[in-house]
Nanobody
Framework: QVQLVESGGGLVQAGGSLRLSCAASGSAFLRNAMGWYRQPPGQQRELVATIFRSGNTYYTDSVKGRFSISRDNTLNTVDLQMSRLKPEDTAVYYC?????????WGQGTQVTVSS
């Protein structure tokens, strides 16, 4: 089982930037995709971005051109650089790993974007 710990959330004004980081432990070799999901207030959790071990990435349309996901396969970390933030980006952001028996989650970190 993989343990995921996020850091880097906080309060930022619209148009600003934040960088989220996630450190994975419990496995020396993470062969599957890692990613970031978010859950806005009163809404369901949604996929934001995914990165495969190869470096291939996927972004949901609403963040394309503003967010960038990166991964360090040596350190077992995944980061999400968020720029040009909007109030609608406000959510709890969760790090994820596509484990062999299902998605594994971090505890979440709050991102609040003020207008």
């Amino acid at each position: 089982q993989v343990q995921l710990v996020e850091s880097g959330g906080g309060l930022v004004q619209a148009g600003g930037s934040l960088r989220l980081s996630c450190a994975a432990s419990g496995s020396a070799f993470l062969r599957n995709a890692m990613g970031w999901y978010r859950q806005p207030p009163g809404q369901q959790r949604e996929l934001v971005a995914t990165i495969f071990r190869s470096g291939n990435t996927y972004y949901t349309d609403s963040v394309k051109g503003r967010f960038s996901i990166s991964r360090d396969n040596t350190l077992n970390t995944v980061d999400l650089q968020m720029s040009r933030l909007k109030p609608e980006d406000t959510a709890v952001y969760y790090c994820s790993y596509d484990g062999d028996w299902g998605i594994e989650w971090g505890q979440g970190t709050q991102v609040t974007v003020s207008s």
